[in-house]
Structures are given as C-alpha cells and as structure tokens.
C-alpha cells in the first residue's frame, strides 16, 4: 500500500553536503509523520529527524541540529533531507519511514520504511 524508496547518498569528504530524497508511493494522509533514521556499522539504529506531513513541524536530534534539514514536498510525496558540514560519525545507512502518530524517536512506532541508502562520510 504503501513504499517509500530513498536516493542522494554517496561519498562525501568532511564539512561536504548532501541531499538525500524518499519518495512515498501511495496515499500519504496529513496525520502521517515522515522520519529519516541511521544505522552506523555495529550500532542500533538512530532516531536523526522528521516531519509532521499536515503542519510541517519538525524535530532533530541533538547531534544534528544546525546542520540538517528535513522538508517534504506535497504536490511530489517526497521528505527531503539536506545534510550540511557533515562529520566522519554521519557515516550510516539511512533510512525514510512513515508513522500515523505516536513517539517520533521510537523506530517501532513507525509502520512503513525504505531499503536504505548509503551515506560515507571521509576524513
């Protein structure tokens, strides 16, 4: 019913930028909540940032605020996320989710989510 499918990553030196886009096949109601997480070799997976479809409020976690953006485009059912100044520890999988409410750090609340995208980030 419904698929979401991410692109943008890649190699990236230090303090470089990336775009990474997830579009959403489907119909994506106003109530949804768009997130994107990571996953670092070894590590669990990370809450990073997401928007509230309908009002377009967004959160962050702390390690990346100031250097990420999250924004959708409606009329394209695509979330977008711009990573600026990236770091070494950026390094991750990433992946688009999509939850109709409930905590927006908590990867088991979200019900939908992509195959993931490759993110490296050089020293």
């Known amino acids: 019913q419904v698929q979401l499918v991410e692109s943008g990553g890649g190699l990236v030196q230090a303090g470089g930028s990336l775009r990474l886009s997830c579009a959403v096949s489907?119909?994506?109601?106003?109530?949804?909540?768009m997130g994107w997480f990571r996953q670092a070799p070894g590590k669990d997976l990370e809450f990073v940032a997401a928007i509230n479809w309908g009002d377009g409020s967004t959160y962050y976690t702390d390690s990346v605020k100031g250097r990420f953006t999250i924004s959708r485009d409606n009329a394209k059912n695509t979330v977008y996320l711009q990573m600026n100044s990236l770091k070494p520890e950026d390094t991750a999988v990433y992946y688009c989710?999509?939850?109709?409410?409930?905590?927006?750090?908590?990867?088991?609340?979200?019900?939908?989510w992509g195959q993931g995208t490759q993110v490296t980030v050089s020293s």
């Open positions: 489907g119909r994506i109601f106003s109530s949804y909540r």
């Open positions: 989710a999509v939850q109709n409410g409930g905590w927006y750090t908590r990867p088991r609340e979200y019900e939908y």
